[in-house]
């Protein structure tokens, strides 16, 4: 499993989705996004398309997470893959914002 | 992580709305992003290893803000009621530093060591045309300091609380959901950039997509002017400033804001009156409280608009009392009171408020961390949780009462004397006494045309509190004396009270 903790910043390999994890299982977890392995910013996406079975598309912005609650990621720009980890895609945080307060 | 993250997302979210306004100049997000790029690379080329603005609120302090998180270097928004001879002794402690300050001030600071000083007009012009630094060439150290606030220091000289990156993007990035607000939503913030809330509010509005409307100098009537002028949705005050407000309407009187839908508070002691009218005075309106520190990145405790409305409206004593209280702390961080041994405390009990989240900074420059060895930060608030959680505060632990033994929060007898028709303001020090250590003295301010004897107010708290409670010493005064951002000045209404007599 890929050691992962907040504040790590990760990218698609297969479109322009970009992430920054929120939180993480203790014992790291493997992202993907398009079906394929998410890579450090930085690095140069192997290209090719997302699969087709994860081509939803990320919002910028969004939170998503998975079944566990354990995993949550912060897009911080979209692209055409959909994100998932363990097999499973993630879904959508529902937003549950404080009153602005500031 | 770096600030720049929030608003380069802003920037790709919705470069064409506005980002921010101060009634003449205005940029939209793109225009803020583009400016701070290009006031960064003028930062680097400089050499200056930190970027100070000495200014009233206007659009270069979100572009100064943001310029020093692209350049790597902190922000340091300083206290423009500064003397000379006050700012030289804070600047010599950032030198080298870039200086963006009005045309009148640049004028007399030519002088100061390491201190290039640069009018802000030239600022804005440079940012708004030079070239800009590779977008996402921002460091990404987490630990990097982005900004240094000066705090009043009322005890030894003023000290910086050191608020990294990491503190600041945990905070915005767990509390504001990107990009929320809609095109019409409009916060008017008229706090000054040197307060911590001024900090946390452009992040936040930025971050969420709430054009930011800037009141440069606050007045009650220019304010309601700007409010409804500029379709203004939210707000942030502090107390006094809604003090001022409600007693710009009237009596009874109702803002004619239509607007305005969320009004949030925070940064001193709302005293209930206040809040109580405030509810009247702006019907429609959400009131949030926002209890946080400097140290703290800003808001820790939320009571919500929810929280008010049931607080004012039920007929339980223990949920009305929720409307004192600076509501429960948010999800990210765990507050806990702990005794003097550092016990911590149950429901109810009185101690020191300590906290712990990744917001939570407590540090200073060249001071250190106060954060202990788990984490946990010592507010020097006290205070206490009743069984729901619900925070309540009894003031600074420094302005403890300690008369004959016993300690006495001053908030307890300031909020009782409020409850008295004829009192529009109070505050409780603690004055040299012979007999007791200390002895409770009040600085009372009535209402307009009220009138009441000192000796009537004294029993007036001895019937609700006890008699070891009642001030021995109260005088009237026309004000009480509040800084720029309406903290209380406890002890220059120590140094009035020492030689009175009541």
Redesign the interface.
């Given at each position: 499993m890929a050691e992962i903790k907040?504040?790590t910043?990760l990218r698609s390999a297969v479109c322009d989705t970009e992430v920054?994890v929120?939180a993480a299982p203790g014992g790291g977890a493997d992202l993907t996004c398009g079906g394929a392995a998410m890579v450090a910013l930085g690095e140069d996406p192997s290209g090719g398309e997302p699969a087709a079975d994860a081509a939803e598309g990320t919002q910028?912005?969004?939170r998503y997470v998975n079944e566990a609650g354990d995993l949550e990621v912060?897009c911080?720009?979209p692209g055409n893959g959909s994100l998932g980890a363990g097999g499973q895609l993630l879904a959508i945080k529902e937003?549950k914002?404080?009153?602005?307060?500031? | 992580m770096n600030l720049m993250m929030l608003l380069e997302m802003a920037s790709a979210g919705f470069a064409d709305r506005v980002a921010v306004s101060d009634g003449s100049t205005s940029l939209t997000y793109g225009q803020l992003f583009a400016s701070a790029g290009a006031a960064a690379a003028r930062l680097k080329e400089s050499g200056a290893k930190h970027l100070a603005i000495l200014d009233t609120s206007s659009p270069a302090v979100p572009v100064a803000l943001f310029a020093s998180a692209w350049a790597g270097v902190p922000f340091v928004p300083l206290n423009y009621r500064l003397t000379d001879e006050e700012l030289e002794r804070l600047t010599s402690q950032i030198s080298p530093a870039l200086l963006v300050t009005d045309a009148e001030r640049a004028g007399s600071l030519k002088g100061l060591d390491g201190i290039e000083v640069v009018e802000r007009g030239e600022f804005m012009g440079q940012a708004a045309s030079g070239e800009s630094l590779d977008a996402s060439s921002w460091p990404m150290d987490p630990d990097d300091i982005a900004i240094l606030l000066f705090t009043s220091g009322t005890t030894g000289p003023p000290k910086a609380a050191v608020i990294r990156h990491k503190h600041l993007t945990a905070y915005i990035l767990t509390t504001v959901e990107f990009g929320l607000a809609g095109e019409e939503d409009a916060q008017l913030v008229s706090v000054p950039p040197y307060h911590i809330a001024g900090m946390a509010t452009l992040c936040s509005s930025i971050y969420a997509g709430r054009r930011i409307v800037q009141l440069p100098n606050f007045a009650a009537d220019e304010w309601l002017r700007m409010a409804s002028g500029e379709q203004v949705t939210n707000a942030f005050v502090v107390p006094t400033m809604l003090s001022r407000i409600i007693d710009e309407l009237g009596v009874g009187g109702v803002a004619q804001v239509p607007s305005l839908r969320a009004v949030a508070y925070g940064g001193g002691k709302m005293p209930l009156p206040v809040i109580e009218k405030a509810m009247e005075a702006f019907p429609n309106a959400d009131f949030t409280q926002a209890y946080g520190l400097t140290e703290t990145s800003s808001t820790i405790a939320v009571l919500g608009p929810d929280d008010h409305r049931s607080a004012r409206g039920s007929e339980d004593p223990a949920v009305r009392k929720r409307l004192t209280s600076v509501g429960q702390p948010i999800p990210t961080v765990v507050v806990e009171i702990r005794d003097d041994e550092g016990k911590v405390l149950g429901p109810n009990e009185h101690g020191e408020i300590y906290v712990s989240g990744e917001q939570v900074s407590g540090e200073y420059l060249g001071k250190g961390s106060l954060l202990g060895t788990d984490g946990f930060f010592p507010t020097r608030d006290g205070g206490y949780l009743d069984e729901e959680g619900y925070l309540f505060l009894d003031g600074r632990q420094d302005d403890i009462i300690v008369r004959g033994g016993e300690n006495m929060s001053p908030g307890e007898i300031e909020d009782v004397l409020l409850e008295h028709e004829a009192v529009r303001d109070v505050a409780v020090v603690g004055v040299p006494d012979e007999q007791w250590g200390e002895a409770v003295a009040a600085a009372v301010v009535l209402h307009p045309g009220a009138a009441v004897e000192a000796a009537a107010l004294q029993a007036f708290v001895t019937e609700r509190l006890r008699s070891s409670r009642s001030p021995s010493t109260l005088v009237f005064r026309e004000e009480l004396p509040y800084n720029e951002t309406g903290k209380l000045l406890r002890r220059v209404v120590r140094e009035d009270l020492r030689g009175a007599d009541s």
């Open positions: 907040a504040g910043r920054m929120v910028l912005g969004k912060l911080t720009k937003a914002p404080l009153p602005s307060s500031d | -």
